[in-house]
């Protein structure tokens, strides 16, 4: 900014002062936390932390679990009980409401809290926190397992933002959440609970739970590898 004075005569230049625009509504997120720096959470995302002891935090940290990559830490301190908030608020979604996307995230836990999934129809410390209906808290333990959370429940709701609040009875909890993704819902139900056994030199075998009416399966194998698409893989149908 500068000033114009009435004998035409100009101020300097004043700034710059970096500002930023509030977060429009999206469709999808795919989100890994790996591109922040230091502490701070990607750009959208934010925080609420609420009658909670100081030490709360949530942030983005080493996942010092699985020491591959970051993640979104939450972690409570000496708080306790259902007095207080310590929640990873995602950014603001434009079809929370619509039953036709769902929630996908990987997490894993130090001392096994648990996670309860909810909407906030703000990520201001005034927001209003409701548990997602029919979804319990889920048991996070220190193994990294995804989950798939569906919101058919919420359908025609309005809030606008998904809340992961850590939950526990006793302080000095931590939940790792990585790998989120609003997504679209897949017409063909995903299958789960994948049991490789019968392993041999040549052969394994494998078993899966049915989650619809599909009634054939793909199945790719190859060597491990965080790099390999399984498309790229032999498929056996």
């Not at 030490?55 to 080493?62: C, F, H, L, N």
């Not at 709701?157 to 993704?181: C, E, H, M, Q, W």
């Amino acid at each position: 900014v500068r000033s114009h004075c009435p004998n035409g005569d100009k101020g300097v230049w004043i700034g710059n002062v970096a500002f930023t625009t509030l977060c429009e509504g999206n469709t999808i997120i795919t989100d890994n936390f790996d591109t922040t720096t230091a502490t701070s959470l990607p750009a959208c995302w934010s925080k609420l932390l609420r009658g909670a002891a100081t030490g709360a935090v949530v942030e983005t940290d080493a996942n010092s679990l699985t020491s591959l990559t970051k993640a979104a830490k939450l972690f409570n301190e000496d708080s306790s009980g259902n007095t207080y908030d310590v929640i990873l608020v995602s950014p603001p979604l434009s079809n929370l409401g619509a039953a036709t996307h769902r929630l996908r995230f990987s997490a894993n836990s130090k001392a096994d809290p648990q996670l309860q999934i909810g909407t906030l129809n703000s990520n201001l410390v005034t927001a209003t926190f409701t548990p997602l209906a029919l979804q319990d808290p889920i048991n996070i333990t220190s193994n990294q397992v995804e989950y798939i959370v569906d919101f058919d429940s919420y359908s025609g709701g309005t809030d606008a933002f998904i809340g992961f609040r850590l939950v526990s009875p006793s302080g000095y909890k931590t939940i790792y959440i990585d790998n989120v993704s609003w997504e679209l819902k897949p017409e063909c139900a995903d299958v789960k609970n994948v049991v490789v056994s019968g392993v041999s030199t040549t052969t394994a075998g494998f078993t899966w739970e049915v989650k619809g009416t599909e009634h054939l399966w793909d199945v790719a194998v190859g060597p491990l590898s965080s790099e390999t698409k399984p498309d790229d893989l032999p498929i056996v149908t």
